[in-house]
């Protein structure tokens, strides 16, 4: 890992007054776990040994690092299958309920009761066209 900047510039300028301002910020990172070379030479002549723990501590943390970054992606890998799980039961519900509406208009009809069937076949297509109408639409529940 290298020094990694953030850059953030900013001007604001009034109207008649003239009043004006400018500002500019910039944010170091330092990542790397091993001091940089003027350093390491610095503290070696503290203790020469301290660049052998020093560069001991940097594999273990690059070690801890990779096993962090392994965890957030086994987190994320199962988070997503379970999402496909239930998008997968719930249009095999919604798919069952379909058919089994559409089943019961059928049969309403087959016992003479085309207001009953009229009403579930009404239904049933409404809320069917509200789902593919709406599934475009941004999700405001989030926010």
């Not at 988070?79 to 039961?89: A, D, I, K, L």
């Amino acid at each position: 890992m290298a020094k990694q900047q953030i850059q953030q510039k900013e001007t604001v300028v009034a109207g008649q007054g003239g009043v004006g301002q400018q500002l500019e910020r910039t944010y170091t990172v330092d990542d790397n776990s091993l001091p940089s070379p003027q350093e390491l030479a610095a503290y070696k002549e503290i203790d020469p040994q301290i660049v052998t723990f020093l560069m001991e501590a940097s594999v273990k943390e690059q070690d801890h690092r990779h096993k962090m970054d392994k965890v957030k992606f086994d987190l994320v890998r199962k988070s997503e299958s379970r999402t496909g799980r239930m998008n997968w039961w719930g249009m095999a519900f919604a798919f069952l309920s379909i058919v089994v509406i559409v089943a019961l208009a059928a049969y309403a009809l087959y016992l003479d009761r085309p207001w009953f069937a009229g009403i579930l076949g009404a239904g049933t297509l409404v809320t069917v066209a509200s789902i593919f109408i709406n599934r475009e639409k941004p999700d405001t529940k989030k926010k």
